[in-house]
T-cell receptor, first 111, second 114 residues
Framework: DQQVKQNSPSLSVQEGRISILNCDYTNSMFDYFLWYKKYPAEGPTFLISISSIKDKNEDGRFTVFLNKSAKHLSLHIVPSQPGDSAVYFCAASSNNNDMRFGAGTRLTVKP | SAVISQKPSRDICQRGTSLTIQCQVDSQVTMMFWYRQQPGQSLTLIATANQGSEATYESGFVIDKFPISRPNLTFSTLTVSNMSPEDSSIYLC???????????FGSGTRLTVV
C-alpha cells in the first residue's frame, strides 16, 4: 500500500527556470510533510518541511505548498541551479516515528 | 542533528551468502530504522530497532532474512541473509533528528547480488 506517491520518476528543467516536483498522499492522518534531497552515494538529507496547519512554507529558493483537500503537495525550486540536480523524496508522517516515502523524482537541471 | 556512519558503502555478493551492514551514530538514540530502496521504488521501512529489545519488522520482512542487532544506543547492524539477486538494493539506516527535520540518514549501502 503506497501511501505516498511521486508519479513523475524524472524531471528536466533549464537552469534559471522553475522546477516543480509533485507528491500525492492517501492517508488523511498525515500531519507533517517533508522533502529530502539525495545525491548519488549519499543518504537522503532534509530539505524543507511543512505542517498540516500551513499551506505554504518558504526557505530561500525552495517553497513547499500543501493542498490538504487534494492530498497533494509540491516543491518549487526557483531559480533552478545545476547543483539542484538530485533525487527528491517526498515523505509524510502522522508522528515522527512512522514516516512514509515516495519513490523519488530525479531532477536534472541543465546549464 | 545526528551524524551516522554507515558501512560498507557498496558490495557485490554471491547469492546464498550474507552481508552485515553497520551503522554508528555520534549520539545516543532510542530508535534506529532500517530502510531498503529497490530500483525505482520508494524507501521502504524494513524494521525499527530499539536498544535492548527485539526489532519490530514491517509486513513482508522477517527476522530470519534480516536479523538486526542493537547492542547499545549508538550502534546497529542489519544482516541480509541467504541473498538472492532480488535483494539487490540500497539499504539505509536512519534516526529521528527531532523537530522539523524528520530523519537523518546514513550514506547507504548499495548491494548487488550476483
Amino acid at each position: 500500500d503506497q501511501q505516498v506517491k511521486q508519479n513523475s520518476p524524472s524531471l528536466s528543467v533549464q537552469e534559471g527556470r522553475i522546477s516543480i516536483l509533485n507528491c500525492d498522499y492517501t492517508n488523511s492522518m498525515f500531519d507533517y510533510f517533508l522533502w529530502y534531497k539525495k545525491y548519488p552515494a549519499e543518504g537522503p538529507t532534509f530539505l524543507i518541511s511543512i505542517s498540516s496547519i500551513k499551506d505554504k512554507n518558504e526557505d530561500g529558493r525552495f517553497t513547499v505548498f500543501l493542498n490538504k483537500s487534494a492530498k497533494h503537495l509540491s516543491l518549487h525550486i526557483v531559480p533552478s541551479q545545476p547543483g539542484d540536480s538530485a533525487v527528491y523524496f517526498c515523505a509524510a508522517s502522522s508522528n515522527n516515528n512512522d514516516m512514509r516515502f515516495g519513490a523519488g523524482t530525479r531532477l536534472t537541471v541543465k546549464p | 542533528s545526528a551524524v551516522i556512519s554507515q558501512k560498507p558503502s557498496r558490495d557485490i555478493c554471491q547469492r546464498g551468502t550474507s552481508l552485515t551492514i553497520q551503522c554508528q551514530v555520534d549520539s545516543q538514540v532510542t530508535m534506529m530504522f532500517w530502510y531498503r530502496q529497490q530500483p525505482g521504488q520508494s524507501l521502504t521501512l524494513i524494521a525499527t530497532a530499539n536498544q535492548g529489545s527485539e526489532a519490530t519488522y514491517e509486513s513482508g520482512f522477517v527476522i530470519d532474512k534480516f536479523p538486526i542487532s542493537r547492542p547499545n544506543l549508538t550502534f546497529s547492524t542489519l544482516t541480509v541473509s541467504n541473498m538472492s539477486p532480488e535483494d539487490s538494493s540500497i539499504y539505509l539506516c536512519s534516526v529521528v533528528s527531532g523537530g522539523r527535520y524528520g530523519y537523518t540518514f546514513g550514506s547507504g549501502t548499495r548491494l548487488t547480488v550476483v
